[in-house]
Structures are given as C-alpha cells and as structure tokens.
T-cell receptor, first 112, second 113 residues
Framework: QKEVEQDPGPLSVPEGAIVSLNCTYS??????FMWYRQYSRKGPELLMY????GNKEDGRFTAQVDKSSKYISLFIRDSQPSDSATYLC????????????FGKGTMLLVSP | EPEVTQTPSHQVTQMGQEVILRCVPI?????FYWYRQILGQKVEFLVS????????KSEIFDDQFSVERPDGSNFTLKIRSTKLEDSAMYFC???????????FGSGTRLTVV
C-alpha cells in the first residue's frame, strides 16, 4: 500500500463551484499535514499547514484532517480560473526540519 | 516576499556528464532540502542539510549525488555522472526554525540525453 494516495484527476469544475480535494495515508506516524499548489513547471507553493484533527480556514480555503480515518481534505470555495493548478498533499512525522511525503497531486481545472 | 532562487531553469546534458544545480535559499533559513519530480510522478525527497552536513538522504541519493553549501548563500546539488533516469525537475527548498512548511524554488528541469 502506497504511503500517500491522491486521485490525480483532472477535476474540472465551473467557476464559483466548491472544490473538494482529498488524500488518504497509511502511516500513522504522520502528524503534520500540508497542502501545496503547483502551477505548471513551477515549484510547490504552501497553501495550508495543519497538525490537529479538525478544520482550519484561510480565506476561501479550508483544510480538514481526520487522523482516525487517515484522511485529509482541502476545500476551495468560490473557485476561480486562477485556482487551476495541481494540488499536492504532503505530510510529515514531525514539525520543523522534517522530510515531506507527497501525494501525486490532483490537477484542478476551473472553467470561466 | 523572499524567494528561493534556482539556476539554471533548464539544463540539457549528455549522459555521463557532471551537472551542478544551484540554489540560493532564503537568507535567514537554516534547513535546506533537495527534492525531485520525474514527469508525471510524485515529488520525492532526496536530501536534507543543516549545519553544513547531510541530516538525512533517501535511497535515490546514491554516491553519484552530493550537496554542498560552499559559501553563506549558495546550496548546490551535484550529479557526478548523469543517467537518462536522472531527467526530472529538481526543487530546492529552505525552511527557518519554528516555521510551518518549506519554501520551494521554481525548480531546474534537467534533461539527460
């Protein structure tokens, strides 16, 4: 079983839709969870960082963690064409100076 | 906003040649990393570096790879004898103590022919 699983998509939605992106993981040592956005041929850009089960909101983005189910989600409200990118989940066993394990990324396409 | 800068953005090299990928991390960051992403694959950890030494390396990071921080600003990844399968995007990242998450550079696309 792969450590971090993420549906690669593509996920196509109309502008204004609510988007749900998800990852599952198998390693219970993972305690810190991140979502990165990656535009084509660019480096990953950190969007959200969470470390406890529950929800964390930042503007149009909400990150949700369920450690009991080993399942994390990123919700994007009022999606915009500029949100079109690949979204990577990443996780680590410790905070600060730690190795990240990434999902494969989900490609999101938001059409005007 | 501070950035991690990587050069070159694209490098084409012949199989068996040595390449050096360069990175300038954010100035007050202390932890440095290299990751790579083969086209269509996951971003994979290569190596972490702190206090002028390697802290952790993956099984990908074999004897053909080395890292160096030759001065106070640059952080380099050297591949001694490139193979076709080394073709990938290579990302440098840096992190400051107490921060949440890394800052990645835009990457160097390495093509081995």
């Amino acid at each position: 079983q792969k450590e971090v699983e993420q549906d690669p998509g593509p996920l196509s939605v109309p502008e204004g839709a609510i988007v749900s992106l998800n990852c599952t993981y198998s390693n219970s040592a993972f305690q810190y969870f991140m979502w990165y956005r990656q535009y084509s041929r660019k480096g990953p850009e950190l969007l959200m960082y969470t470390y406890s089960s529950g929800n964390k909101e930042d503007g149009r983005f909400t990150a949700q963690v369920d450690k009991s189910s080993k399942y994390i989600s990123l919700f994007i409200r009022d999606s915009q064409p500029s949100d079109s990118a690949t979204y990577l989940c990443a996780m680590s066993a410790s905070s600060g100076y730690s190795t990240l394990t990434f999902g494969k990324g989900t490609m999101l396409l938001v059409s005007p | 906003e501070p950035e991690v800068t990587q050069t070159p953005s694209h490098q084409v090299t012949q199989m068996g040649q040595e390449v050096i990928l360069r990175c300038v991390p954010i100035s007050n960051h202390l932890y440095f990393y290299w990751y790579r992403q083969i086209l269509g694959q996951k971003v994979e950890f290569l190596v972490s570096f702190y206090n002028n030494e390697i802290s952790e390396k993956s099984e990908i990071f074999d004897d053909q790879f080395s890292v160096e921080r030759p001065d106070g600003s640059n952080f380099t990844l050297k591949i001694r004898s490139t193979k076709l399968e080394d073709s990938a995007m290579y990302f440098c990242a840096s992190e400051s103590p107490g921060s949440y998450g890394y800052t990645f550079g835009s990457g160097t696309r390495l093509t081995v022919v």
